[in-house]
């Protein structure tokens, strides 16, 4: 079975075939950064990051690129009112967005581009299009998009012309009387007294100004995958359903008619939202509108991303006090027997266990080659946790096989909390299990490390009750080293710990 995603431009599940054999190109709208990012943006960075986890484990070379939006309307609102520059308003939220992305696990895009760093870019797309006769200067001073010269738009949204029209017209500010035409959007607005004070202007052949929203995006994605790739489409462009009209629809415009290609992005993917719903949420949980929120409250990030996976990337997601908490109870289920399951390892697989990681292996692939089934990949490691604590119950060692398979769907979902105390049977074989290595596994995630040094601090606590204590020495250095402390507690459990954290 292949990759089957939902394609908002086909409205259909389709097979995804990347552009070049093995590569896929991966461009996601990332967060306006005037204040923290709500968990609502978060739950479509997760949607995301399991996107690129699923390509990747698949065995493709994913270039991911994620921007930062640092102008905008709301960027330099927030600057203004507060007296400072833009630059001076937005950093810190820079820095928190970070923050709060590398504690739910996501992985960093390889570019993180910032649209102020892009401002040439952006000039010579507006100035393309303009030489083209697509874009106009205004009465304002503005340049604007002529959507009536570009008779593909409106294909992602699949929206009337005539719908558009009335729709638009409705939306007239008093700001916009410079267009030709109430549907078109602006390029590059003009700059403003509010916008000079806080640096949020820049000088164009087409007067001094700054660029609207939509032409970040098309810019930076553009200018990006020419540089890395040689290339001038994307193969996946996501973002969340509030994007598709206008910002996705004015992205493809203004990228296709710059670029003279019929596709900017082949596939568009778009994550659904997420409501905060209950009453006991809003009683207990009523300030809980951020990742830092969570975090400031203990929930552990295993949590939250399980608490988003249960529930499919195109389906609404109803936050609400009693699904947070099963959420938290799972994953804390699935931490522990994780491990358990490294603690118990064995060097041969025996069949219960080796029919359960096949099953996992099998319906983790089914699940997410299936639109990314992130409910249906949940509930493959809840049963194979079940079938695994039987089996461990029973005296029966887990081998390298199902390491392997749970390694696998963990490495994708990351969903598992971390439980410090790690119980070792002792009386088992001496250090058995699959070879590992001697050094960390290197440009592997946070999980992936965690479950590396558990494995080292059980071959250290085994072989302390052998009573070869120069082996389990030389096993704590090496965990030293790799920035790992391991702790022995007075019942007899283990804890693996960051250094200096
Ligand atoms: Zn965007």
Redesign the pocket.
Known sequence: MTLRLYNTLTRRVEPFVPLQPGKVSLYT?GPTIYNYAHIGNFRTFLFEDLLRRWLEASGYDVFHIM?LTDVDDRTIAAAAQKGISLRAHVDPFARAFEEDRDWLRIKPPHEQPRATEYIGPMIELIQGLLDKDVAYVGEDGSVYFAIARFPAYGRLSQLDRRELRAGASQRVSADEYGKEDARDFALWKAASPEEEAVGAAWDAPFGRGRPG??V??SAMALELIRRHLGTEVLDIHA?GVD?IFP??ED?IAQSCAYTGRDEFARVWLHGEFLNIRGEKMSKRFGNITTARDLREDGIDPGAVRLLMFQVHYRRQLDLTDEALASAREGSRRLGEFQNRLLASAGAIDAPPLLEAAERLERELAEALDDDLNAPRAVAAMFAFASAGNAALDAGIAAGPRALAAWRRAEGVLAVTSTVQALKVDTSAEPAGGEEVSETPPAGESEEHQRVWAIQWAVRRKKAKTARDFGEADRIRDLLKSAGWGVRDNRDGSIEVVRLGA
């Open positions: 709208c921007n929203w939509h970040e995006c973002g994007l910002h996705h992205e």
